[in-house]
């Protein structure tokens, strides 16, 4: 029983990342249809650029973790965004209008020269942070065993919850929320009614880009440790997430992050930790198969 329900927590909280990173694969489908495949790696700049944030901060002294993690934060997250930026403009934008194979041949190149400038600027290793934010609840011992709940394992909960909230008020109650809707029933249509698609569509990356900024801070915080190649197994792990609840749902982005988190969770704990990811992806063929449009997701009806 502790066993178990300390695997669940690990499972939530690894979830509630993928959730993150999914929700920002999500926005994107959900107005233009396509998957930014790029994507993971902007979660993983972003987790380095908070890494170089909090050094270059602690070598000009400031020693304070709040002060030192949002400074960290909001310039990552700055920067982060130039590069969500320049992915929809170089890779997406000039494609737009082109077969839909060739964005995500795009995508896949952009993928790979971020990937490789990373480790080129960064080298292969992998970069270790220090715990800034120690501490647990102890919630049961049984046994020997002791169940324990950190504080970075809330605040990944707090933060994914909290995001998840504020852009769902974001895209159903703002006029930027009402100019997404609008791009994704109809683009063309969206355009002649006066909405600056292009403008939505280089807001929606940006966002995007800042939201995997959050989940490579909170990625950073709860592992210490980071190398070039996290974006791509988190990125797969986490469109499979939003593949799984629903593809342009963002509560079907969270959901399906905490379904792959749990399975890989309880399948490593269980079961063998080498075969973690066949589970996980052999979960969501058979979602596939008898639910297409995933748990949350909505079937495409094609007017005629």
Known sequence: MAYALQQLINGVTLGMIYGLIAVGYTMVYGIIGMINFAHGDVFMVGAFL??????????????????????????????????????????????????????????????IVLQNFVQVSQGARDLNLQPLI????????????????????????????AILAVFTWLVTRTP???????????????????????????????????????????????????????????????????????????????????AIGLIESFWSGYASVPYKNVAAFSVLAIVLIFLPSGLLGRADVEKV
């Open 50 to 111: 908070t890494l170089i944030g909090l050094t270059l901060l602690g070598g000009f002294g400031i020693t304070s973790v709040p002060i030192a993690l949002a400074l960290a934060f909001i310039a990552a997250a700055a920067i982060a965004a130039v590069y969500g930026w320049t992915i929809e403009r170089v890779a997406y934008r000039p494609l737009r209008g082109s077969f839909r194979l060739a964005p995500l041949i795009s995508a896949i190149g952009m993928s």
């Open 134 to 161: 120690p501490g647990s609840i102890r919630l049961m011992n049984q046994g020997g065993f002791a169940v324990e709940l950190s504080w970075m394992q809330v605040l990944i909960s707090v933060v994914t919850l």
């Open 176 to 258: 930027l929320g009402r100019a997404m809707r609008a791009c994704e029933q109809d683009l063309k249509m969206a355009s002649l009614l006066g909405i600056d698609t292009d403008k939505t569509i280089s807001l929606t990356f940006v966002i995007g880009a800042a939201l995997a900024t959050v989940a490579g801070l909170l990625f950073l915080l709860y592992y210490g440790s980071i190398n070039f190649f996290i974006g791509f197994s988190a990125g797969i792990k986490a469109f499979t997430a939003a593949v799984l609840g629903g593809i342009g749902s963002l509560p079907g982005a969270v959901l399906g992050g905490l």
